[in-house]
Structure formats: C-alpha cells, structure tokens
C-alpha cells in the first residue's frame, strides 16, 4: 500500500533523529564529565577515556597521499557502514517475534499511531484511526511494516553515518595483519585527552543478535547497532567515533564529515607506528617533509615470542 510505504519512510526519519540525539546526548554527558571531573558517575555509555585507556590506535595500509593529506590538512577518513568487512555491522533488525505478545504488539501500534499523528501532516485524525484500526486488525500488516523498516535501516544509516574505528592494543597482531596491510601497513596512534578522541564509544560482543524495539527511546537501544557485532570480533577491542556527513545531518552537535573527512584538533594525533614489514624509511621520509615534528616509531617482531616490540 502506498501509505505504508509514505509511514516507512516517516518511520526512518524519526527513528534516525533519535539516534541522533541519543549520540548528542551521549557527546553532552562526557563533555561535561570531562569539565567537572565526575568521572565516576554512572555512564550510559563505556568510553575509551572513561575506561582508563589513555591511548588509542588506528590500523590502515600505508598510502602516500592518504598520510600527506592527514599530516597536512589534520584529516581523517571515516567509513561508511555499507563498506565495513561484517555484513551484519551497523544493520539493526527490528524484532518481529515480539508481535506475539499482546503487550509488544500494542505497544508497536500505538507507537505507530503517535508517529503518524505528530508527524506526518498529510494525515487527519480519521485517517490515523483508520491505521490503527488496520494495525489491529491485521498482525501480518503490523509485521510487514516492521520488516519494511528494518530493510530500509541500512541504506538509511550508510547515507548519513560515518564511523572511524580504533582499538587500545598496539600490539594487536591480527588488528596489524587485517588492517594494516598484513604488518606492511602502519598504525596512527591517539591521544583520548582531547575533544575528538575523547568521545570514541566502546563496540560490545554478544553471542546473540540483540533484540531492538522499532519504539524504543532507551539510549543504549538506539545507539546498539553501530556499538554491536558478533562475538567473533571481540579480539579487537574496538571503540567507535560516530559523526554525520553534513550534507545530511541532522543536529550539528556530533561530529560532522564532510565527504568523509574529520579535522582533528593538534594535539590528537601523538606518532605513526610502521608495521613490522613496513617500509620505514619511505614512512620516515614523508614525515620528516611535511611533519617533522611528530615521532615515528616502528614495530619490531620478536623473534622468539609471538610479540611485537614499539620501538
């Protein structure tokens, strides 16, 4: 029905400004942690700066012209989910199943019925009790336009999401060998102390797919699919910068891209690390033409330990 489809979309852009507002207030909470040094308050979210990690590191291959346009313009590249290597990463699916209990399903109507009423003008009253008078009656409509909601939420967060992943072990050997060019790659390292690299949110691994409610305003819930993936990636670690490009942003409190690209403040980036069969020399070289000023280190196999040394 072509009013299902006008509600689906409806559906996504609200559900897509919570989630947005979910990230500014979590940016809001730390900011003001951060300025009062209540850091032992209860977090709605685990930071790498809360967590006590002092240090962050990011792994990619070695490109020339990337590195210069980073050193030189203090850019980052953010991904988009639709790139990531885990084909269930940043794509929530809504529960269906819940519908079977008469609570659940009441609860998604009326949701459905609030939404339509505040905000889609093109609705009378009559026609928002017709919808819900449909909902009811149907349970294999309310769950098509679940479904409906859920195939359309990964599109939806790859158009305006960015996200930039890092991990608190620099000695990660299989972060070095995925990421970072099988060791010939390098590894930028962060400091957690400065207003970017503070807000990095921690990544949970959970046996089971988590049950999210298409009506939830509960923070966690809303910022669970980007903070979420199976447990066989918990070896890496990792925390997450989320930002909006701008083009499509909502709210401009988070971090905002601009094709892709994040400035960071000077004092974020600390060194690069060159992996262990990285070309130190050809690393060392751009660094010294076009920042001269920051440290180069490498890492160094240990011959007789499954071990990387920085040095």
Request: glycine content about 4%.
């Amino acid at each position: 029905m072509l009013w299902i489809s006008l509600l689906v979309g409806i559906f996504l852009a609200i559900i897509l400004s919570v989630w947005v507002i979910r990230i500014v207030s979590a940016k809001k909470q730390r900011q003001a942690r951060r300025a009062t040094g209540r850091e032992e308050d209860q977090m709605e979210f685990h930071t790498a700066y809360n967590d006590g990690i002092d240090r962050l590191y990011h792994w990619e291959p070695f490109n020339e012209e990337y590195l210069r346009r980073l050193l030189c313009a203090r850019t980052i590249y953010f991904s988009d989910p639709a790139d990531f290597n885990d084909p269930w990463d940043c794509k929530p699916w809504f529960s269906t199943k819940l519908l079977e209990d008469p609570v659940e399903r009441d609860l998604h109507i009326q949701w459905a019925v609030d939404i339509s009423r505040q905000h889609n003008d093109t609705m009378s009253e009559e026609a928002v009790s017709r919808l819900e008078m449909q909902l009811r009656a149907d349970p294999k409509l309310l769950a098509e336009t679940v479904d409906e909601i859920s195939l359309n939420m990964a599109d939806a967060n790859s158009g305006r999401y960015r996200v930039y992943c890092l991990g608190p072990d620099v000695g990660n050997l299989l972060m070095w060998s995925h990421y970072a060019d099988k060791h010939k790659g390098i590894c930028l390292e962060f400091s957690t102390r400065d207003e970017v690299m503070c807000c990095p949110l921690r990544v949970e691994y959970p046996q089971e797919f988590p049950v999210i409610r298409v009506y939830s305003n509960d923070l966690e819930d809303n910022l669970r699919p980007f903070l979420t993936k199976a447990d066989v990636w918990k070896y890496e670690h990792e925390y997450r910068l989320i930002a909006q490009e701008r083009g499509v942003a909502t709210a401009d409190e988070t971090l905002i891209t601009d094709n892709n690209l994040l400035r960071l403040p000077e004092t974020a980036l600390l060194s690069v690390i060159v992996g262990c069969q990285g070309d130190y020399g050809e690393v060392e070289r751009l660094i010294a033409e076009v920042a001269p000023e920051l440290p180069v280190k490498k890492a160094v196999r240990v011959p007789n330990r499954f071990e990387l040394r920085i040095e």
